[in-house]
């Protein structure tokens, strides 16, 4: 997401490379840390047997938020949930610095520098 246009399933990333220089831009690009922090996908089967599958957006020991990849969230309490499982790899991918050539890093990084300086507010010119 880009000045709230966009997905959902990602952070917005306006203001991201605002604080970074362009190596470190790109390092997070092609070798990213792995958190825990990061939205991980699930399934939840409810003992109904009515199934939900998005991100986890809040778990807790009682209940989990689900969002569908249609935007719509699900309050789920774990006792309705018969079994929750987790996706084994992460949402975004972790191999972009062997899927993008070096003109498409670049032009990537470029893009998340200039939407910074887009975002920032303009001088008002005095009449």
Not at 14 to 40: C, K
Not at 47 to 61: K, M, T
Request: hydrophobic residues 35%; proline residues 6%.
């Amino acid at each position: 997401m880009v000045a709230g246009q966009g997905g959902f399933a990602g952070s917005d990333l306006s203001t991201y490379a605002q604080a970074l220089t362009a190596s470190a831009v790109r390092n997070a690009i092609t070798d990213p840390t792995p958190s825990n922090a990061r939205a991980r996908m699930a399934v939840a089967t409810a003992r109904d047997g009515q199934r939900f599958a998005g991100l986890i957006r809040n778990e807790d020991n009682f209940s989990v938020q689900m969002q569908s990849p249609d935007g719509t969230f699900h309050l789920l309490l774990k006792t309705d949930v018969e079994k929750l499982e987790y996706e084994p790899s992460p949402l975004m991918p972790t191999n972009y610095g062997e899927i993008l050539t070096r003109q498409e890093l670049d032009d990537l990084v470029g893009y998340l520098q200039s939407i910074v300086e887009n975002a920032k507010p303009q001088p008002q010119k005095e009449d």
